[in-house]
């Protein structure tokens, strides 16, 4: 594919609002995982949970989307200059050729759950000020995006589970190519919710510690929340020297079980192999790779077999998800976010809470932080249903 550009970007975890908390986080291998104190939630489990969601307040001409999902999206939208980023980017292109690419998992449905406690004791109604489509459905974070910018131009979201915000590259890349637009805003954005907590803590996934993402004892997931965008355009003529760029994506499908990944990695290794050759790069030519790294036994064993067959030992690799908990729909693009910070700050980002790597898993995972020259970094992102994709970015000469 052609490298595109990205232009402007930013990132909003329990690292903090913006790219200079989520760096200073990821240097100084902090993590934000807490116990769980979330809504009227009851369980052993960690959270990462982003500080003053709930204080956001939308647009008076916007209220119909308020709900905890569109909050922070809108928190994450004003961090680092990106809206106004955007609003140059519609000035110079004109709103019916700024696209909107988002990837979600559970959206809003917070707003439902709560709107259900509230239905009519005798008919079962769900409350009058309750709506659906602005608030719990998939597409309205990008929605809402589209009427936060008042753009025109095309908007979809994307909603693969873990795999959503990476996906969205791909399918923004593809329309770039097109045509059909000339910029596109691109990103996830997950919040925090009774049905990821207690889905994943039913399916037993959720850990009753801190999340240790390849640890020899891990044993499941921190539910995270976050948000995180870029904004993506073609190469200008004139573009900066150290500028980060999108330069393959990789999709593929297990085509094995629901919620279990293909044991030998077998769609992990398509997918990175698929955003290699995009990218017109070998295994040489990757510095670092961002794992998905759960902190599941199988997904992280899969994944590490898949790296393993491709890579090696020889490429530095990590988990942030000790750092930021699991961000679900939003981890594609918060990810995407780590990979453009480790190459504009020569960084390799460590993993916190993980204490002994896996020895069954033979490659270089880094446990702490560490300055080094980053060239080309790769990010996976796998979701339920055996969805994955993998992104490759690099910096312009």
Known sequence: MSPLLLSCYTATTTLGHGLDATLAGLRDGRSGLKPCDFETVDLDTWIGEVTAVDAQKLPESLTRYDCRNNRL??????????????????????????GIFLGTSTAGILQTEQAYRRRDPVSGALPEDFIYRTTHNAFSVAEFTRDYFALEGPALAISTACSSSAKVFAAAARQLALGTIDA????????????????????????????????????????????????????PADTPSGAVLLLGTGESSDAYHMSSPHPEGLGARLAMEAALRSAGLQTGDIDYINLHGTATPANDAAEGKAVAALFGNRVPCSSIKGATGHTLGAAGAVEAIVCALALTHDLLPGSPNTGTPDPAIPIDYLLNSRPAKVRHALTNSFGFGGSNCSLVFGVAP
Do not use: M, W
């Open 184 to 235: 596109a805003i691109v990103g996830g954005v997950d919040s925090l919710c009774l049905t990821t907590l207690h889905g994943f803590a039913s399916l037993q996934l959720t850990s009753s510690a801190p999340c240790r993402p390849y640890d020899a004892t891990r044993n499941g997931i921190s539910v995270g929340e976050g948000a995180a965008f870029a904004l993506l355009e073609r190469l």
């Open 73 to 98: 999206a809108q928190l994450a939208l004003e961090q680092d200059g990106f809206a106004s980023h955007v609003r140059a980017a519609i000035a110079r292109y004109g709103k019916t050729r700024v």
